[in-house]
């Protein structure tokens, strides 16, 4: 296959308590395509996405990243992590530091740039995300959104070769989605390579060039927006669907 | 009840001596055993299951034995002579201030490790997002955050320290409850040469829990700027 940049085979997680999260899911993520991760709570969208760089250490199967089999024991994991940035549902801000700390702290410790040529970049991802007037700031004077944003920014400033998002917007409220979401468009229009958990169906039949429907720890259907929202043919996904479509 | 041994500058000299040595001790014992207290704190916040246990081990068997005993173990085990270094005699000040710093460690211990579980395990998450490693985001990260956690609780272990030097009065160092017991002999005032100590005692407690308790919504205040 061409440009997979990303190819999970077999990949699970089961938890210590014996919970199935993830049950030996295939996946392959062109460089440059949006996937967006559907289904209900619990499906294990969330164990599966924080399998792909590691924060959840798999129990089975392989993540292939570039060509480089993350679970192999000599490949230094956090050399690919800073590879692969990530968005959390709850932000995950460094609380101590300031917007633009937050935004240099990974360029200066881990890439090891210096704090003018870090700065420099901040400022400009500061500019990107609509935010310039808050480098000073710290995160818990920010609004919900503005934390998102700056939350992206943050991973952006790794110049990431894939992004992932766990549910960006599921804890903002209603009228602070819009301004993450367009960001995200952005990043999307730009070419980034992206993997989104969410529940934001507009979004995903417009961005998306996958989509992904999970159910019970497994893919059930994977598919265009068009196949996916158009003639699903999992009933699963037609009765998700229909509960997250009459929702809204 | 007579107080009066209060306007003797000789007796008043020996209260103050004591005092300050007090104070001194409980310094030295806090500052070094929060170093060493880094050891036990990281062994229980190990992967490492043998760590884990020799961690444990450790934090239990301190805070499970009075630190009387621990410092009459600690001195038998330590028979140097007499050396007496600018009036304190180093023969039983050094096993009394190992035992007292070994006994903070393993308070101190947990009062860390709890700092640290208390952050929110998303910053670690987010931390090795950005591929920072553990040692790297445990500096950066938990540790500047955990602190907030820590001196506070760092400021009760310290009262607790000033009140339980006077353990060392059975060393025959000159602090605060020795330097009473001197006034005691000297003076026969059996009832006001303790209560001149407890309040000296209070006297250096008391300001210190405000000053912690002040410094502590001081943080909180500069956690929600
Ligand atoms: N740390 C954990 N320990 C045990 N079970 C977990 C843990 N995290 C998630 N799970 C379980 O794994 C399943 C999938 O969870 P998750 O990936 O968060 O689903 P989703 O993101 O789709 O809501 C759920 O049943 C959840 O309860
Ligand atoms: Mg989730």
Redesign the interface.
């Known amino acids: 296959m061409p440009d997979n940049l990303l190819v999970l085979s077999g990949l699970s997680k089961t938890f210590s308590d014996g919970t199935v999260a993830v049950d030996a899911v295939d996946l392959s993520i062109a460089k440059g395509t949006v996937t967006v991760i559907i289904g209900p709570s619990g499906s294990g969208k969330s164990t599966l996405l924080r399998m792909i760089n590691l924060i959840e250490p798999p129990t089975a199967g392989h993540v292939v990243f570039d060509g480089i089999d993350l679970l192999q024991k000599d490949v230094d994991a956090n050399a690919l992590r800073r590879r692969i940035g990530m968005v959390f549902q709850l932000f995950n801000l460094f609380p101590h530091l300031s917007v633009l700390a937050n935004l240099t702290i990974g360029p200066m410790t881990v890439l090891k740039k210096s704090k003018e040529e870090a700065e420099e970049a901040a400022r400009a991802m500061l500019v990107k995300v609509g935010l310039a007037n808050k480098a000073d700031n710290y995160p818990a004077q920010l609004s919900g959104g503005q934390k998102q944003r700056i939350a992206i920014a943050r991973a952006l400033c790794m110049d990431p070769e894939v992004m992932l998002f766990d549910e960006p917007t599921s804890a903002l409220d209603p009228e602070m989605i819009g301004e993450v979401l367009s960001v995200m468009k952005k990043l999307a229009a730009d070419g980034m390579t992206m993997v989104v958990v969410t529940h934001e169906m507009d979004f995903a039949r417009v961005f998306a060039d996958t989509i992904i429907v999970m159910d019970g720890g497994k893919i059930i259907e994977a598919g265009t927006p068009e196949v996916i929202f158009g003639h699903p043919t999992n009933p699963r996904t037609k009765e998700f669907l229909h509960r997250v479509i009459d929702k809204e | 009840m007579d107080f009066s041994f209060l306007l003797n500058g000789r007796y008043v000299g020996i209260l103050l001596g004591g005092l300050f040595l007090t104070l001194v001790l409980a310094i030295i014992a806090v500052g070094s055993g929060t170093v060493l207290a880094l050891v036990p704190a990281f062994l229980r916040l190990s992967k490492n299951r043998l760590f884990r246990l020799v961690g444990t081990a450790y934090v239990e068997v301190i805070r499970g034995t009075p630190l009387l005993v621990q410092v009459l173990i600690i001195y038998s085990f330590f028979r140097m002579p007499v050396t007496v270094v600018l009036g304190i005699d180093l023969s039983s000040f050094i096993p009394g201030m190992l035992a007292l710093f070994i006994n903070s460690s393993a308070y101190v211990a947990e009062v860390i490790r709890g700092g640290i579980l208390s952050v929110?395990r998303?910053?670690s998450?987010?931390?090795?997002?950005?591929?920072?490693?553990k040692g790297?985001a445990m500096r950066?990260?938990i540790l500047?955050?955990a602190v907030k956690n820590i001196l506070p609780a760092l400021g009760n272990e310290f009262v607790t320290l000033i009140k339980e030097t006077s353990i060392f009065m059975y060393l025959g160092i000159a602090e605060l409850m020795y330097a009473a017991t001197i006034v005691r002999t000297s003076t026969y005032a059996v009832k006001e040469s303790y209560i001149v100590a407890a309040i000296l005692y209070f006297c250096l407690t008391f300001p210190t829990s405000k000053l912690m308790g002040l410094l502590e919504r001081k943080m909180k205040k500069a956690?929600?700027?």
């Not at chain 2, 998450?125 to 490693?133: Q, V």
Request: aromatic share 0%.
């Open positions: 929110d998303g910053q998450e987010a931390a090795a997002s950005l591929g920072m490693g790297l950066k990260i500047p955050q956690d929600a700027r």
